[in-house]
């Protein structure tokens, strides 16, 4: 994996208890990207995390990204909120984009919290294009709103609704009018905590939103899940070399494989960013990930956290 350096040329708060970044290539320019895209931010204290990219995609002078500082951190919230500042060198993935923008007549954005992040860049390029939406965000009181000056600045094109708990709209009673009346064309973004999420999805399918037009992003909701118990040892079978590995109860394939020596591309080893996804050739595998549609986990898993329901797993490596 190429990765690009870039400086933090800002930091600002976005709300209360989020960081904003504003990341500018160290050399040559920054990649292109489009809305929904993410990076993996790799730290100077070792961990890599992946991150919305919430500018605007026809903005190539910088990438904005906001963080949330997480009271259960894992470690990277906290060293991004506490230890990053401006003129901190870091090494950045290319974008990927595991949440893109879909042909619709009218684009419908749903989000709580950070989950703003990706969307705001939906808006900005929607906005771009001159191409209609409606933007709802969620929180519990309007300081917590990231970008909140950016959001009451209005589009040309498209609608803000900001709901607050505080304020009698929480999203455990309150419902868009967009999700109960689908617009004709609609495409639908949903993107916060996995309940949130898991609400909405459910409300837009009962309400006769079709499942191919409801979309929806983890960014930090659902992880994968860990060794359970019950779980059992198993084999992998490396199809270019018939290298036969075995992947303890307690261990995942990507950690087994590394052991071995063989070469992992991970990133998040949660499950939630799709960088292992590897084609899986004969055997049946137990996906434990967040990332990969149904139809692509017909003949794919992520290695870092699913596991084999079958005694061998082959795999195209």
């Keep these: 994996m190429v990765l690009q350096h870039v400086t933090i040329t800002e930091t600002r708060p976005e709300g209360l208890g989020n960081q904003a970044l504003r990341l500018e290539p ?5 990649q292109p990207f489009e809305a929904g895209a993410h ?18 995609p026809h903005r190539r002078d910088h990438y904005l990204l906001c963080v949330k500082h997480e009271a259960q951190s894992r470690g990277g919230s906290q060293y991004v909120c506490e230890a990053l500042q401006v003129g901190t060198e870091l090494r950045i993935s ?9 042909a619709g007549e009218t684009q419908v954005l749903v989000g709580a919290g950070i989950g703003l992040t990706p ?3 939906m808006a900005e390029s929607l906005e771009c294009d001159g191409r209609p939406f409606v933007l709802h965000h969620y929180s519990r009181a309007r300081e917590q709103v990231p ?18 708990s505080r304020d009698g709209a929480s999203p455990r009673q309150h419902i868009p009018r967009e999700i109960s009346a689908p617009p004709p064309g609609g495409q639908l973004y949903l993107c916060g905590p996995e309940a949130f999420m898991q609400r909405f999805g459910e409300l837009a399918l009962e309400h006769g939103w079709a499942a191919a037009s409801v979309h929806r992003e983890a960014f930090g909701g659902t992880l994968a899940e860990p060794p359970a118990e019950g779980d ?6 490396l199809a270019s070399s018939g290298r036969l590995i075995r992947v303890e109860a307690d261990r995942s394939i990507a950690a087994a494989l590394l052991e071995a020596g063989v070469d992992v591309p991970l990133s998040c080893e949660m499950g939630i960013c799709g960088a292992c996804t590897v ?22 898993m992520t290695l870092c956290c699913s596991r084999s329901r079958s005694a061998r797993l082959t795999l195209n490596l």
Excluded: K, M
């Design 39 to 56: 990076v993996d931010v790799h730290l100077p204290n070792g961990l890599v995390r992946q991150y919305s990219i919430a500018s605007a």
């Design 147 to 164: 970008f909140l000056e950016r959001l009451l600045r209005g589009f040309s094109h498209g609608r803000v609704y900001l709901h607050h």
């Design 232 to 237: 059992e040892a198993f084999e992998v079978l």
């Design 94 to 102: 290319a974008p990927r984009n595991l949440f893109p923008l879909h």
């Design 279 to 300: 084609e899986v050739l004969e055997g049946t595998p137990e996906h434990r990930d967040s990332v990969l549609s149904e139809q692509e986990r017909t003949g794919h």
């Design 26 to 30: 160290t050399g040559g320019e920054l």
């Design 119 to 121: 969307l705001l860049a």
